[in-house]
């Protein structure tokens, strides 16, 4: 999924912490780790590693492997069963925050154990919009700390 230009505009505001985002370094950690190659996960790694947004003050670093983590679930790779055989969940944000966050074999978007998006993609494209619409927010509340309009919208008074 190409993101919009809303999307890629709101990326480009947030904070890009130093990441693993080579494609041979992320394939010899998994090799490492004995794991299966999943390209949703490689493309994860390569595009979100390192993006960083904010839970109030507590950094959230996006990725499966990191340098210097500070929790110690990051760089964890798990797997659990299900009806289905093995399904693969990554650690991709490293984070003290009270929560789990994870991305699966096929590219899904977990937070605490729940699927929130079927990519990391399209919660992006979520993140953007609801930003926008806060920036909106923020705009109407000052605008209307500012201005008294009429009911018909005809007249607007300016208090100071």
Same mark, same amino acid.
């Given at each position: 999924?190409?993101?919009?230009?809303?999307?890629?505009?709101?990326?480009?505001?947030?904070?890009?912490?130093?990441?693993?985002?080579?494609?041979?370094?992320?394939?010899?950690?998994?090799?490492?780790?004995?794991?299966?190659?999943?390209?949703?996960?490689?493309?994860?790694?390569?595009?979100?590693?390192?993006?960083?947004?904010?839970?109030?003050? +507590?950094?959230?670093?996006?990725?499966?492997?990191?340098? !210097?983590?500070? @929790?110690?679930?990051?760089?964890? &790779?798990? $797997?659990?069963?299900?009806?289905?055989?093995?399904?693969?969940?990554?650690?991709?944000?490293?984070?003290?925050?009270?929560?789990?966050?994870?991305?699966?074999?096929?590219?899904?978007?977990?937070?605490?154990?729940?699927?929130?998006?079927?990519?990391?993609?399209?919660?992006?494209?979520?993140?953007?919009?609801?930003? +926008?619409?806060?920036?909106?927010?923020?705009?109407?509340? !000052?605008?209307? @700390?500012?201005?008294?309009?009429? &009911?018909? $919208?005809?007249?607007?008074?300016?208090?100071?």
């Amino acid at each position: 999924m190409a993101l919009s230009a809303r999307a890629t505009a709101f990326l480009k505001t947030q904070e890009r912490r130093n990441s693993i985002r080579d494609e041979r370094r992320i394939l010899e950690a998994l090799d490492r780790a004995q794991l299966p190659i999943f390209e949703p996960v490689i493309d994860f790694q390569q595009q979100y590693g390192g993006c960083t947004f904010y839970a109030i003050y +507590e950094p959230m670093v996006y990725g499966i492997l990191h340098p !210097k983590p500070r @929790s110690v679930e990051a760089n964890n &790779i798990s $797997g659990f069963s299900d009806d289905d055989g093995i399904t693969y969940l990554f650690e991709c944000v490293d984070t003290l925050y009270q929560m789990s966050f994870h991305i699966d074999g096929d590219g899904t978007y977990y937070e605490n154990f729940r699927a929130v998006a079927p990519s990391m993609d399209k919660h992006v494209e979520d993140l953007a919009l609801r930003n +926008e619409l806060d920036m909106q927010q923020v705009k109407w509340h !000052k605008a209307k @700390s500012s201005t008294c309009l009429s &009911i018909d $919208g005809a007249t607007a008074r300016k208090f100071s």
